[in-house]
């Protein structure tokens, strides 16, 4: 081979590695792309999602100079407790809002006057009342909740350049605020209603309490079902099942379960625990089930590879020493693969967390108000309760549902914290 042949061939060498340089230049800049446009589109949601959620986490007050007149009330002088109980307090709310604007006429105006405190004022002036029953026919200045569509415009959410046409507060009503808050009588709060309420009618009044204590008994049902038998499963498996056509087919349909969609769950659940065996419907304890059979296969596939990823060497050095097939597996292997393990039931059941379909087929799209005692009672589930707000039209509804995405989001990311946590524990160990 002459120069000009050695010339050539490292010239044409030069070429090609510039080019599989600039391939692999490019390749990198197409996934830091990719990352980063993935980064952008999850800021957009959750800016989305706070920006709507975070007015919820508040609540507005109106201030009412309210007039306990037993004669309003439709009370004695000397009521008893009953008397109490029965007492018309929406009447003395209208009463009260009428004397602080007595200019308002009109049945049309005197509905909106009224409009702007919440259907459950009267609930709260019922209890304090019953509570301080020396109050009857003294007249005091009361903190109550504001309705939906006021504590919209208290919060600042609604702008008086909007078209009245286009808006739930008229004018009329914008200018009776404007001159409580002139006055000192609007007020904003933490809305523990959020927190301490379940569903209701009104946005100002509902809660997620219902549907927490709702995802915590059918996630319990599901635990104590899902993790012992998705592991005992995988341990016998992958450490004790022969190799036959037998146990592939078994494998084979876990492996396909994984990726069955979940609203076929749920019709089992409806077609063999609620119709053949005649459950409770609308149960955390049926919920629990559905998902408990549903998450087994994620739990299955990641013990057995958590299982699988256990040394030889640890298997080989106990059974060297005498140790059973059994004790080598749970005295030795398991607690080794207990990082992978725990991982996967956590994952598995932030999964179910955050599943809806199946249990809307069990019938958990019910209006619970009152939150369930017991795994049997009637009940719903937080997706299920977002579900329902965002078919709402009213504005609150729209910020409870953003809100209840925001509290459903922070316990996935304490459940996914939670695993990488005992993960790295257990490693250490």
């Known amino acids: ?6 010339y050539k061939n490292t010239a044409v060498i030069e070429a090609s590695l510039k080019k599989r340089y600039a391939r692999e230049k490019r390749f990198q800049w197409y996934g830091r792309l990719a990352v980063m446009t993935g980064f ?7 800016t989305d999602i706070v920006s709507k959620g975070t007015p919820a986490f508040t609540q507005s007050f109106i201030q009412i100079s309210i007039n306990f007149d037993p004669e309003i009330l439709g009370i004695e002088d000397k009521p008893s407790a009953e ?17 602080m604007f007595p200019e308002v006429e009109g049945r049309k105006h005197k509905r909106q006057l009224y409009r702007l405190i919440s259907i459950g004022a009267e609930y709260d002036l019922r209890d304090y009342i019953v509570a301080h029953p020396e109050a009857i026919g003294e ?7 504001a309705h939906s569509e006021s504590g919209s415009y208290i919060k600042g959410q609604v702008s008086k350049e909007t078209p009245e046409a286009d808006r739930r507060v008229k004018d009329i009503q914008m200018g009776w605020l404007d001159s409580l808050e002139d006055e000192g009588r609007t007020d904003i709060r933490f809305n523990t209603t959020f927190f301490t309420a379940g569903d209701s009618r009104e946005p100002e009044l509902a809660g997620i309490k219902a549907a927490l204590y709702g995802s915590f008994f059918t996630l319990m049902v599901t635990f104590l079902l899902a993790f012992p038998i998705g592991v005992f499963a995988a341990v016998y498996l992958q ?10 087919i078994i494998e084979i349909n876990i492996n396909n379960l994984a990726a069955v969609p979940s609203i076929i769950f749920g019709l089992l659940g409806l077609a063999v625990f609620i119709n053949f065996f005649e459950l409770p419907r609308s149960a955390p304890l049926v919920g629990g089930i559905v ?17 699988g990823a256990v040394s030889p060497s640890i298997r080989e050095a106990a059974l060297g020493i005498g140790a059973s097939k059994i004790q080598t597996v749970f005295h030795h292997v398991l607690p080794v693969a207990m990082p992978g393990v725990l991982t996967g039931a956590i994952i598995g059941m932030a999964q179910a967390l955050g599943e809806s379909a199946p249990l809307l087929m069990i019938g958990m799209v019910a209006f619970i108000m009152d939150a369930p005692g017991s795994v049997t009672d009637s009940s719903t589930v937080l997706p299920i309760q977002i579900y329902l707000w965002a078919d709402s039209p009213e504005r609150g509804f729209l910020e409870k549902t953003s809100a209840a995405i925001m509290v459903l989001m922070g316990f996935l990311i304490i459940m996914n914290a939670l695993a990488i ?9």
Request: hydrophobic share 50%; charged share 25%.
């Open 139 to 145: 007249k005091m200045d009361i903190w109550l909740r």
């Open 421 to 429: 946590f005992l993960r790295k524990r257990f490693e250490l160990k």
């Open 291 to 307: 998902l408990a059979l549903m998450t087994l296969p994620t739990i299955i596939i990641t013990s057995r590879t958590a299982i």
């Open 83 to 99: 008397e109490l109980w029965n007492a018309d307090y929406s009447a003395v709310i209208k009463s009260s809002l009428r004397d």
């Open 239 to 248: 450490e004790f099942a022969p190799r036959n056509r037998l146990t592939d």
């Open 40 to 46: 952008v589109f999850l800021f957009l949601l959750l």
């Open 1 to 6: 081979m002459n120069k000009n042949d050695a």
